[in-house]
């Protein structure tokens, strides 16, 4: 199945969005994560339109060939949630499935609640369903991890970041990519001991690629990268609090869709996001699937386990 690369103009910005599959079938948008691209769906974009489906997949907002807009606040998740309503409007389609992975999960799971009447069924890949929190993100954070490194907290000051992981984008990709995530809860707080590293400094080089990940594979997102540096998926980071602001005001309280949370066993998201939580968000049909041995970029590692948990929950999405 060919895929298909355009521009769509949708809420004051330009998508660079890879597409396949037939206009007028049903809708399927896949929001990827940090620090990937709509490339990150490579494996799921030909498989969902080879069943039928009309498949999307975005560079989104302040990611490859998008929009980067310079303003910190036109990265909250009312503008990315929007981004991703408008290209159901560009195609025509009253309704969509939302995928997300990692950040994207974070998107996904909110588009039900703002956009409610233009979801059919949402997966979160590597995070999962939760309600909001009842203080401000940062200040959750800083109370839990005190003076000791926390990456979501590093990226908050502009510049700071931004500078670190744009210095050399092949080594902040390959070890970001391909590098061995902490699993554990010893090697998370070895990740995040006190002390002057910054991010990539604290990341493990990789003994070589994983087999999922192919040298022509990680360039293509080191050559985004560097062309695009990293200071508009930064941006996201930046709108913790602001989108717990947005979020009270939510046009829904639960999601009635088919929804599916879909992770890795040794994906370090289990050690930090509740999974047991789901119910406080979750009114609809709910499935989760650990995928034993697989890690955080799920998608890229384990294509036909997660393209099996798609079918499935697209089996039973409500379209109309």
Known sequence: MPIAERIIETNGVQLHTLEAGDRGNPVVVLAHGFP???YSWRHQIPALAAAGYHVLAPDQRGYGGSSRPEAVDEY??????????????DVGADRAAIVGHDWGAIIAWAVPLLHPDRVSAVAGLAGPPAPRPRRPPTAGWRHKFGDNFFYILYFQEPGVADADLARDPATTLRRSLAGRLPNTEDEARLMFRPGPEGYVERLPEPDGLPDWLSQPELDHYIAEFTRTGFTGALNWYRNFDRNWELMADAPAATITVPSLFVAGSHDPVLLFAPTDRYADVVAGPYRQVIIDKA????QQERPAEVNEALLTLLSTAAWS
């Open 36 to 38: 990937e691209l709509g």
């Open 76 to 89: 909250s998740i009312v503008d990315l949630t929007a981004d991703l309503v408008g290209l159901l409007d």
């Open 295 to 298: 890690g955080h970029w799920i």
